[in-house]
């Protein structure tokens, strides 16, 4: 069995301070510098990691700084292009962008975006290969949709094509 991973609490513990005060500190905000030096100091030594999920669920916004990339073919050298550049755009934010591929099956897009949306991402940007987009309706609501190459079917939503 693994090693549990080291908590904000381990790292409370082993620097003599607060939850609170290591909570400022892993979250950009410094406060006093000798508090903020004996957390640093601590969650080097534990090497914690922030827990991006937990952090996501405190927040007011929920935002979880991920974009969702849903492509037809992730194979394919057109598709491997517009991810290097969404990937760019994404890291400028802070974003992470997590991809899929559909493979062309209108089943595996619909369980995809299923799962993609129930990871919360901020936004999910999807190649359709269904002939029925309509399944999105409801997650429109929750997730901003933006269709890439080929437009939506049966739904109303922002889409980004090339020129004919």
Do not use: C, W
Not at 54 to 71: H, P, Q, V, W, Y
Not at 123 to 138: E, F, M, R
């Amino acid at each position: 069995m693994a090693d549990r991973r080291p908590t904000m609490k381990d790292v409370a513990t082993l620097a003599g301070v607060s939850l609170s005060t290591v909570s400022r500190v892993v979250n950009g905000d410094p406060g006093r510098p000798d508090l903020a030096k004996k957390v640093l100091d601590a969650v080097e030594l534990l090497g914690y990691e922030r827990d991006l999920t937990a952090s996501t669920l405190r927040r007011a916004d929920r935002a979880s700084g991920s974009i969702g990339l849903l492509l037809s073919d992730v194979g394919n050298p057109f598709f491997a292009s517009v991810l290097r550049g969404i990937e760019d755009v994404a890291r400028t934010h802070s974003s992470m962008t997590i991809v899929a591929s559909s493979d062309e099956d209108p089943d595996r897009e619909r369980a995809l975006a299923a799962t993609l949306t129930a990871r919360r991402v901020d936004g999910l940007i999807i190649v359709p290969t269904g002939a029925d987009n309509s399944y999105l309706q409801g997650r429109r609501a929750h997730v901003p949709l933006v269709f890439f190459d080929r437009p939506p079917r049966y739904l109303d939503a922002d889409a980004i094509r090339a020129p004919p």
